[in-house]
């Protein structure tokens, strides 16, 4: 079983590695330049281009337009140079750089259009962003999970020791929750990578735009296909949609975080941060106290990312349709940044986790957390009645715990009696006669057997924990070259346009 495992080590971290290095190339750098300015001027330059193609720019005056825009550019991009974020705004600087014409560039647009298709890319941009740091939390996660694939912990419902599991098959349940949350992401994603240019004000324009040939430069596989719904719709729903996965996000993380927590309340805990490093801080009066500092703020971190998720729901309540209440790029960007900033920590979390393996052990065999099994083995080999069986395991588990005994050293005699009294109870029965030796007792309340026997498809035996170590494996590669793809479209789309409008500039 080492080899394998060691394998499958190795091949996570490459996988890790590999995406890191497949993304180092990409000039993503820019994130922080491709501002509402950014995508305003990316905008223009394709009109340029393609209204001068499509013969809606007279070709002698393009030309000097294409210069004055330019330069507005060049000047945006100098330390301290204006960079406006709204059409009304930007356009003054085209007059000022190119004359009243470079307003020809307007044909056919509307601020509506232009500021939907601006909010998206942005957007657009930003999810990207998050799926690559969803992704890297992840990959740490399974990490996690690979190395307590045979750790054997108390697993906890309604606040309460309920079962013995693997610790790495929780940890396998936490990042289902973290996958479908990448699955949210990309199909958010889909909608979002729509351009709304070209529908203009509600109901499109008299001017045979090109709507396609925008779509591509900008890097947008489709236009939104109704005039009404670009502007008006769907450029309200989608901040309300990014909040909605970013809150699921910090659901998911504050859930683990405070799972962990309960356990620094107990005198003994097995599962601990590692001091050191800012993850824990001696209190300012009980030095006994190592508050857990890092959980502390990642609790914080998800809290900020469900008031921002859902006040991106209560700024669209009840507004018609053409208010921009919701529309902000800023609002949308807030609550990527925060859900990055949960992640971030999230990650810190993991790496500073410390599992008391022993001391997990300890506490599953000062607990009853095995009893089910009892009642399991009864019905599954002696085809005793489940119910019937489970009462019998209750009242066991009720006899030890007024005299504080341990699962091991409960007495088999009073094992013995207790069965025959449920039998008489609940099936009217004398004289009933545990069929259970009392080896097999002791086996069915040892929690390592059990977490092992287990045959569950899902379960935390080892051939299932593989497998779907493996599967997890396989969907951080097809996510990490999910947001490689998209990224290298959108940066190959900005390319072409601009070679192309140096072209027409150049002219």
Known sequence: MQNPKNHSRLALRAICALGLATLSHVAWAQDAKRDDFYWLGQINKASAVINTDEGLLDKAVAPRIAKGLQSVLSAGEAPNGKRPGLVITFEPLLIEAAGVEATLLHAGRSSQDMLATVRSATQRDNL???????????????QLAQTHAATIVPNYTNGVAAQPNSYGHYLLG???????????????????????MGTTVLNGTSWPLNRE??????GYPTTVDNAYDAAQILAAEMPAEIGAVASSIALHVGA????????????????????????????????????????????????????LGIGRLIAQHNIPPGMSDNKSSRDSAAVVDATLATLQAFDRVLAGLVVNPERALEELNLDWTASQEVADVLMREHKLPFRVGHHFASEIVSFAKERDIKPSDFPYADAQRIYAATIK???????????????????????VAIVRHRMTAGGPQPKEMARMIAQSQQRLAQDEQWVVERRNRIAAALAQLDRDFARLAAQ
Do not use: C
């Open 128 to 142: 990207l962003r998050l799926a690559q740091q969803l992704r890297q939390t992840r990959a740490q996660l399974l």
């Open 174 to 196: 936490h990042l289902a929750g973290l996958d479908r949350d990448a699955q949210r992401l990309q199909q958010a994603f889909a909608r979002l990578d729509q351009s709304a």
């Open 213 to 218: 040939r925008m779509a591509k430069y900008l």
């Open 256 to 307: 683990f975080v405070e799972d962990v927590m309960v356990q620094y309340a107990q005198p003994r805990p097995w599962i601990l941060l590692r001091e050191g490093g800012g993850n824990t801080y001696v209190s300012s009066a009980m030095p006994q106290k190592r508050n857990p500092g890092l959980l502390n703020d990642t609790r914080a971190q998800a809290s900020r990312v469900l008031t």
């Open 425 to 447: 109870h609940e099936m009217g029965q004398d004289n009933g006669r545990l069929p259970m030796s009392e080896s097999a007792l002791r086996a069915a309340l040892d929690p």
